[in-house]
């Protein structure tokens, strides 16, 4: 399994932004797919974002327009820019890394969105 690790997170009012990390200890350009994930109290995990290995990108409805899933390959590092956040982004962040049937998983960042 490849390690992850995030950084970036933390407290921020409604509207402000954020922009997650996510250092990886395997090659990005070996993953079939690479994201963000997220999970609410009392909620299951859910897809925030994801990029593919051939370049697709795909985002939750609920985040389109606002946050912009990005990488660097040469320093295998995932990251997550998040533009007027909400309320209900509020949230544990993990990372993944998606390679031959084996997911690799963050531990998880605190996002809390509150005024």
């Known amino acids: 399994q490849v390690q992850l690790v995030e950084s970036g997170g933390g407290l921020v009012q409604p509207g402000g932004s954020l922009k997650l990390s996510c250092a990886a200890s395997?090659?990005?350009?070996?993953?079939?797919?690479v994201g963000w994930y997220r999970q609410a109290p009392g909620m299951e995990r859910e897809l925030v974002a994801r990029?593919?290995?051939?370049?697709?990108?795909n985002y939750a409805e609920s985040v389109k327009g606002r946050f912009t899933i990005s990488r660097d390959n040469a320093k295998n590092t995932l990251f997550l820019q998040m533009n007027s956040l909400k309320l209900e982004d509020t949230a544990v962040y993990y990372c993944n890394y998606y390679r031959r049937g084996v997911d690799s998983w963050g531990q998880g960042i605190q996002v809390t969105v509150s005024s």
């Open positions: 990029s593919t290995w051939d370049g697709h990108i």
């Open positions: 395997g090659s990005l350009s070996d993953a079939n797919s």
